[in-house]
């Protein structure tokens, strides 16, 4: 989502436009929205230059997606409780800003004190979709930050990358980071801001860092390749690890689980987030949060109720968000507690299976419209293979309750391409779908049916990270397929994602530093990574389309997420045969991470 990079579709001059003296007039456009977004923001944190170490905090996607990140909020939240530490936020402009920026010359600002973003010491950065890494180097150019690390000297900030895409494979933004956080944030942060304020010289922060656990610098590693070019060893320099251990909170209660901010310039407006639980143990062997962010952690409820009465005044609603809401112990009581004290709130989605009579009311009374259900696949053939464990009837069973309860809408999510799915797959989503429909029409509920569908993209330390992208050709087959025979269905609405940004996904995915030379090169000369890759004798399609053995050499085998390369193989096998794996239970070490 959001605005693109230029790497992939935007057109700009090169960074040599933009003038990074200082004295240029703010342009006024500039300043202005500044001024309005600040003022439509409670809990913002300012304080006044000099009396803090500044640390810039990107985004690398448009602000109305940037603020609904939980994660961010977090880390704003605790950077500023140090009492030593200013966090300060930046964001990509949107077209008509980035424009701006350029014409007047102004450099990128943070909003809190409109300082520029060369002006910082340490720039940190979280990183949650394949497509904002063009997107990041889009803010940084604007920033007058050089985008790659080895060009940037003693004066010139540290760029250090966290988030999602980080912790599974960090390798495209290898020659751009001068570290990554490896895992979850919180307490791998303060280490991290220790450690630079201790240091004098960029190269004894670096050489402290790679000490510190959970954190990579790719500069104290060579990649090392074949002569057809695949990648074979990831070599440390001395004194570096050889593996990266991904960090966890054992006690999320430990640290500020809402929204720092409330604003209604987000994609959920004026709403209080609050994290309900971390991590999810259901196994489903896409999804690379069930394997990177585990185990799963729900936090206490008389937390959660004291972090909701601290909400600001003027929320409207409050958010419940975590990779599986719906498997928190006490999501009953908690919901019951909502209504009882009139307070409106939200799930991002809930599992069908765990959907009670109880909690369908409690969402609707709360003025929730849409019940959102993630089948990803239409055959039970296929949700068997991916784990996902629920059933035709746990949806029809959602419907009911959705029905019952005054939810008019239903939403589905897909997924087309996984491994080993045939057309028969496919035919059998459609039915499934018109069946959901019928359902729906049998139980009164005359709404809107919404079916998003996007292409499967294999992802590092999942069962599937060996499985190739389906044949672009294939995949454009069968939503086809989809299409047209659901074409006919005037109350179905089928949103889909374009293939393109499937192909580029897949390779940035599992890309290397060889692909992350390639973005850098398509990103300066404002063409398609498909383009440059194609000119080196690549090609995009190609590269995603590959299916890697298991035990080959892989960019990103020096992390150790705790879940086993063996463990994962197993479960490769077991998706071939469909074999169910029951989700994690305490006493459970079957994957490695509760070793």
Same mark, same amino acid.
């Given at each position: 989502?959001?605005?693109?990079?230029?790497?992939?579709?935007?057109?700009?001059?090169?960074?040599?436009?933009?003038?990074?003296?200082?004295?240029?007039?703010?342009?006024?456009?500039?300043?202005?929205?500044?001024?309005?977004?600040?003022?439509?923001?409670?809990?913002?944190?300012?304080?006044?230059?000099?009396?803090?170490?500044?640390?810039?905090?990107?985004?690398?996607?448009?602000?109305?997606?940037?603020?609904?990140?939980?994660?961010?909020?977090?880390?704003?939240?605790?950077?500023?409780?140090?009492?030593?530490?200013?966090?300060?936020?930046?964001?990509?402009?949107?077209?008509?800003?980035?424009?701006?920026?350029?014409?007047?010359?102004?450099?990128?600002?943070?909003l809190?004190?409109?300082?520029?973003?060369?002006?910082?010491?340490?720039?940190?950065?979280?990183?949650?979709f394949?497509?904002?890494?063009?997107?990041?180097?889009?803010?940084?150019?604007?920033?007058?930050?050089?985008?790659?690390?080895?060009?940037?000297?003693?004066?010139?900030?540290?760029?250090?990358?966290?988030?999602?895409?980080?912790?599974?494979n960090?390798?495209?933004?290898?020659?751009?980071?001068?570290?990554?956080?490896?895992?979850?944030?919180?307490?791998?942060?303060?280490?991290?801001?220790?450690?630079?304020?201790?240091?004098?010289?960029k190269?004894?922060?670096?050489a402290?860092?790679?000490?510190?656990?959970?954190?990579?610098?790719?500069?104290?590693?060579?990649?090392?390749?074949?002569?057809?070019?695949?990648?074979?060893?990831?070599?440390?320099q001395?004194?570096?690890?050889?593996?990266?251990?991904?960090?966890?909170?054992?006690?999320?209660?430990?640290?500020?689980?809402?929204?720092?901010?409330?604003t209604?310039?987000?994609?959920?407006?004026?709403?209080?987030?609050?994290?309900?639980?971390?991590?999810?143990?259901?196994?489903?062997?896409?999804?690379?949060?069930?394997?990177?962010?585990?185990?799963?952690?729900?936090?206490?409820?008389?937390?959660?109720?004291?972090?909701?009465?601290?909400?600001?005044?003027?929320?409207?609603?409050?958010?419940?968000?975590?990779?599986?809401?719906?498997d928190?112990?006490?999501?009953?009581?908690?919901?019951?507690?909502?209504?009882?004290?009139?307070?409106?709130?939200?799930?991002?989605s809930?599992?069908?299976?765990?959907?009670?009579?109880?909690?369908?009311?409690?969402?609707?009374?709360?003025?929730?419209?849409t019940?959102?259900?993630?089948?990803?696949?239409?055959?039970?053939?296929?949700?068997?293979?991916?784990?996902?464990?629920?059933?035709?009837?746990?949806?029809?069973?959602?419907?009911?309750?959705a029905?019952?309860?005054?939810?008019?809408?239903?939403?589905?999510?897909?997924?087309?391409?996984?491994?080993?799915?045939?057309?028969?797959?496919?035919?059998?989503?459609?039915?499934?779908?018109?069946?959901? @429909?019928? +359902?729906?029409?049998?139980? !009164?509920? $005359?709404g =809107?049916?919404? &079916?998003?569908?996007?292409?499967?993209?294999? #992802?590092?330390?999942?069962?599937?990270?060996?499985?190739?992208?389906?044949?672009?050709?294939?995949?454009?087959? @069968?939503? +086809?397929?989809?299409?047209? !025979?659901l $074409?006919? =269905?005037?109350? &179905?609405?089928?949103?889909?994602?374009?293939? #393109?940004?499937?192909v580029?996904?897949?390779?940035?995915?599992?890309?290397?530093?060889?692909?992350?030379?390639?973005?850098? +090169?398509?990103?300066?000369? !404002?063409?398609?990574?498909?383009?440059?890759?194609?000119?080196?004798?690549?090609?995009?399609?190609?590269?995603?389309?590959?299916?890697?053995?298991?035990?080959?050499?892989?960019?990103w085998?020096?992390?150790?997420?705790?879940?086993?390369?063996?463990?994962?193989?197993?479960?490769?096998?077991?998706?071939?045969?469909?074999?169910?794996t029951?989700?994690?239970?305490?006493?459970?070490?079957?994957?490695?991470?509760?070793?």
């Open positions: 989502g959001g605005v693109r990079g230029r790497g992939f579709y935007l057109k700009f001059p090169p960074t040599r436009f933009i003038d990074t003296r200082r004295g240029n007039a703010l342009s006024w456009i500039i300043k202005n929205y500044i001024k309005e977004t600040r003022e439509n923001e409670t809990g913002a944190q300012v304080y006044p230059p000099g009396l803090r170490h500044p640390v810039a905090f990107i985004y690398p996607n448009v602000y109305h997606l940037g603020m609904s990140n939980l994660g961010m909020h977090i880390l704003y939240q605790m950077i500023n409780e140090r009492g030593d530490s200013a966090c300060e936020r930046f964001f990509l402009p949107d077209k008509r800003l980035q424009q701006e920026h350029i014409k007047s010359k102004t450099p990128l600002l943070s809190e004190n409109q300082r520029p973003l060369a002006d910082f010491d340490v720039i940190f950065v979280m990183l949650s394949e497509m904002d890494y063009d997107n990041l180097l889009t803010v940084l150019d604007l920033g007058n930050i050089r985008l790659r690390a080895a060009e940037r000297n003693q004066r010139e900030p540290l760029v250090i990358i966290g988030g999602p895409c980080a912790t599974f960090p390798e495209p933004l290898a020659a751009v980071a001068d570290a990554f956080v490896i895992g979850e944030g919180e307490e791998t942060v303060q280490y991290v801001l220790d450690t630079i304020y201790r240091e004098e010289s190269q004894a922060r670096l402290a860092l790679a000490q510190v656990p959970g954190v990579y610098v790719p500069s104290l590693y060579t990649a090392q390749y074949d002569d057809e070019g695949e990648f074979t060893a990831l070599l440390p001395e004194g570096a690890p050889a593996k990266v251990a991904r960090q966890w909170a054992r006690d999320i209660d430990a640290y500020p689980h809402t929204s720092a901010i409330v209604s310039g987000t994609e959920f407006e004026d709403m209080f987030i609050v994290e309900v639980a971390r991590g999810c143990g259901r196994h489903c062997r896409f999804c690379m949060a069930g394997y990177c962010f585990r185990k799963p952690r729900p936090r206490k409820l008389e937390n959660i109720l004291a972090d909701i009465a601290k909400r600001p005044e003027r929320t409207k609603k409050v958010g419940l968000m975590g990779a599986a809401v719906s928190h112990p006490q999501m009953a009581e908690l919901t019951e507690y909502l209504v009882e004290h009139k307070i409106p709130f939200s799930v991002a809930m599992r069908a299976d765990m959907l009670t009579e109880q909690i369908a009311h409690a969402l609707a009374q709360s003025g929730q419209r019940m959102t259900v993630a089948p990803e696949a239409g055959s039970e053939r296929m949700r068997a293979a991916i784990n996902k464990g629920i059933t035709e009837e746990h949806v029809y069973n959602s419907i009911e309750l029905a019952a309860a005054g939810m008019r809408n239903i939403k589905l999510y897909y997924m087309i391409g996984l491994p080993g799915e045939e057309d028969e797959d496919i035919v059998e989503t459609v039915e499934m779908i018109k069946r959901v @429909r019928a +359902k729906m029409d049998a139980v !009164g509920n $005359k =809107e049916l919404v &079916i998003s569908v996007n292409g499967f993209v294999p #992802k590092p330390f999942t069962p599937y990270q060996w499985a190739p992208l389906c044949n672009v050709r294939t995949l454009k087959k @069968r939503f +086809k397929i989809l299409g047209d !025979g $074409k006919k =269905e005037k109350r &179905i609405k089928l949103i889909t994602e374009s293939l #393109k940004e499937t580029v996904q897949s390779v940035l995915a599992r890309g290397s530093r060889r692909i992350g030379e390639a973005l850098l +090169k398509a990103h300066v000369e !404002g063409r398609s990574l498909k383009q440059v890759l194609k000119e080196e004798g690549l090609d995009a399609e190609e590269l995603a389309e590959r299916e890697l053995q298991v035990g080959q050499p892989l960019p085998q020096h992390l150790d997420m705790g879940v086993t390369q063996e463990y994962l193989a197993a479960e490769l096998q077991r998706s071939e045969s469909g074999k169910f029951p989700m994690c239970f305490d006493g459970c070490r079957r994957c490695g991470v509760c070793r």
